[in-house]
């Protein structure tokens, strides 16, 4: 059974923007999958179990972004 969380993330400007944040949050424990939206900010992360939100939002500020909101 898989889990999803979605979040906003601001600060994108491009598809760099979109390929460090998949990177950085692809590489946080139990993750299966990042879906990045650049027109929206849409962040949607796949994962095995809930994964700690504390933990996605600090693998987007590492990547030079801020997650906004839920």
Same mark, same amino acid.
């Given at each position: /059974?898989?889990?999803? $969380?979605?979040?906003?993330?601001? @600060? /994108?400007? *491009? @598809?760099? *923007?979109?390929? =460090?944040?998949?990177?950085?949050?692809?590489?946080?424990? @139990?993750?299966? =999958?990042?879906?990045?939206?650049? =027109?929206?900010g849409g962040l949607t992360v796949?994962?095995?179990?809930?994964?700690?939100? $504390?933990?996605? %939002? $600090? $693998?987007?500020?590492?990547a030079g972004y801020e997650v906004?909101? %839920?």
């Amino acid at each position: /059974m898989s889990s999803t $969380a979605s979040y906003t993330v601001t @600060g /994108m400007t *491009c @598809g760099h *923007c979109v390929t =460090a944040v998949t990177e950085e949050v692809s590489q946080v424990p @139990g993750v299966t =999958a990042v879906d990045v939206d650049l =027109a929206t900010g849409g962040l949607t992360v796949t994962s095995e179990q809930p994964v700690d939100e $504390a933990a996605v %939002r $600090a $693998a987007v500020e590492e990547a030079g972004y801020e997650v906004s909101g %839920r």
